[in-house]
Every structure is written in structure tokens, then in C-alpha cells.
């Protein structure tokens, strides 16, 4: 962590000898010169080696802003891409069409914590008839992602249902070994859909258009990794669980984890 972060972090929150409290306290570091700043760190250095317990405290405090304001970001990022997240005719629409809260879940047919993250969503909408869920093929772990979400893509234009589209999504992700154009086309013959089609619609424009939105949408997010997630206006990244998953749907339905 550099150290001017630090001490900027810690101006707010050390004794008032330092004399910079609050939110001046960016402004006055920048008002003095080199040679000041640099004596001011030395006593701050020395200060916080001499108080360890305060040095904890100081990253704590910095990690919290830094996620407060990687939140903000993500809060501003949805509400400007609203459109093309919540009501893209691209993309596969489960649960409750006419929901109340809309969960997007950007994923990859390889990863293995999506892989696991499936039992949460499948719980998510048995238990909740008023969720929306969004999914959006973010194929980022090489080439057998690209093949198998264009294979899942061209699935759903024959099934714009769903229903068909999401018995191959499950049993994709379930599957053991790499997911690529074969093992997706096998599991599109298992589940009955028209695999000669599929494998024409693969190389329309729709295909190519649907990846190029969701990576588009993934880089506007600032997402780097799957699965993720959109629950409102708030972004998650990760495999966080059902009940954290569950809680974000509460706060964006009621204002409250638990409704």
C-alpha cells in the first residue's frame, strides 16, 4: 500500500496534534511543500510504528472508503447501463418475467465456482415466486468458454421460453471436464433441442452480438471474474452464497436484508 494513501487516511482519524481532521485533510496535505509532506510522514511513520493496534485500524479504515467508493462507482455504472443490463431482448430471462427485483448473474460455463453458485440461484427462485433472473454469458476463461456460450446462446433462439435453454444450462454446468463446443452440443441433443440449428444460428450475428453486449457491460462494471452479480443497483462479485445473494434481493425489494 503506498504511503501517501495511508497518510492520507490516517489524517483523519489520528489525534488532533496532527492538525488535519476531516475532510480538509486532503486539501492541507496538498498545500504543503515536498519537504513538509515528507517530515509529516516520518512522524506519522514512526507514530503508527509505535502503535500497531493504530495501524490496523488505519487499513481498516482504508479498506472501508475504498469499498464504499468501488460501490458508488458500481451504483453509477448500473444506473448508466440500465438498459441494455435489465431489459436487453439478448439476453435469458428465468424466474418471474414481471418480478419485482431483478438478479443479472454474469457467468461462465467453466468456472468452477459458478458451478456451485447454481444451487443458490436454483433456490433463489423456487423460494422467492417474485424474482426476475437475468443471465448473461461472460465466456472469460479461454476459447471452450467462447464455444459453449455461443452453443447456449443459439440454444435459447429456438427456446425463447427458457424452459428447454435452462435444463441445458444446468446440466452444462453441472457436467464434469472442459465445456466446449462438443460437450455443449451433447447436452443440447440431451435436452432436445434442434442441434443442426444451433449449430447454424452459432455463426448469426445475434451470437456475436450477445457476447460483445455482455463484455461490454462486464468492462462498464468493472467486473474481472464470475460469476458476478447485479441485485438492484448494487454489483456483487463472487461466489458469496445464497443468503448474501438472498439479503441483497431483501435490500433492493424493501430496504432491508431481511423483509
Same mark, same amino acid.
Given at each position: 500500500?503506498?504511503?501517501?494513501? /495511508? ?17 480538509? +485533510? ?12 515528507? #517530515?509529516?510522514? *516520518? ?17 481498516? #479504515? ?7 467508493? *468501488?460501490? *458508488? ?9 440500465? =438498459? ?18 431483478? /438478479?443479472? #448473474?454474469?457467468? =461462465? ?9 447454481? +444451487? =443458490? ?21 479461454? #476459447?471452450?468458454?467462447?464455444?459453449? %456460450?455461443?452453443?447456449?446462446?443459439? %440454444? ?5 421460453? &427458457? ?10 454446468? %453441472? ?18 433441442? =434442434? ?21 461490454? /457491460?462486464?468492462?462498464?462494471? &468493472? ?6 452479480? !447485479? ?5 456483487? !462479485? ?22
Amino acid at each position: 500500500m503506498p504511503f501517501r494513501r /495511508l497518510l492520507l487516511a490516517v489524517c483523519a482519524i489520528l489525534p488532533a496534534a496532527f492538525l488535519l481532521v476531516g475532510t480538509a +485533510a486532503t486539501t492541507q496535505a496538498q498545500s504543503f511543500s515536498a519537504e513538509q509532506r515528507k #517530515e509529516i510522514e *516520518e512522524v506519522v511513520r514512526n507514530y503508527l510504528l509505535s502503535n500497531p493496534e493504530l495501524l490496523q485500524e488505519v487499513i481498516s #479504515e482504508l479498506e472501508k472508503r475504498q469499498s464504499a467508493a *468501488e460501490a *458508488e462507482k458500481a451504483k453509477v455504472a448500473v444506473k448508466s447501463n440500465a =438498459d441494455l443490463l435489465f431489459n436487453s431482448p439478448r439476453h435469458v430471462v428465468l424466474g418471474n418475467p414481471k418480478g419485482d427485483v431483478t /438478479l443479472i #448473474e454474469f457467468f =461462465d460455463y467453466n468456472c468452477g465456482y459458478c458451478k456451485r453458485a447454481l +444451487a =443458490d440461484l436454483v433456490d433463489l427462485m423456487k423460494g422467492d415466486p417474485n424474482l426476475r433472473v437475468v443471465l448473461k454469458e461472460f465466456p472469460v476463461l479461454g #476459447e471452450g468458454s467462447v464455444e459453449a %456460450a455461443k452453443v447456449a446462446i443459439a %440454444a435459447h433462439m429456438q427456446d425463447p421460453s &427458457g424452459k428447454k435453454y435452462f435444463d441445458f444450462h444446468q446440466k452444462l454446468l %453441472a457436467s464434469r471436464g472442459q465445456a466446449d463446443k462438443a460437450r455443449a452440443l451433447a447436452v443440447a441433443k440431451e435436452v432436445g433441442l =434442434d442441434v443442426a440449428r444451433i449449430e447454424r444460428d452459432m455463426a448469426s450475428d445475434n451470437v456475436k452480438a450477445a457476447i460483445s453486449e455482455s463484455m461490454r /457491460l462486464a468492462e462498464a462494471l &468493472g467486473l474481472n471474474g464470475t460469476p458476478s452479480y !447485479v441485485v438492484g443497483d448494487n454489483v456483487v !462479485v463472487g461466489a458469496v452464497g445464497r443468503d448474501a445473494l438472498k439479503q441483497k434481493v431483501n435490500w433492493a425489494r424493501c430496504g432491508q436484508i431481511a423483509c
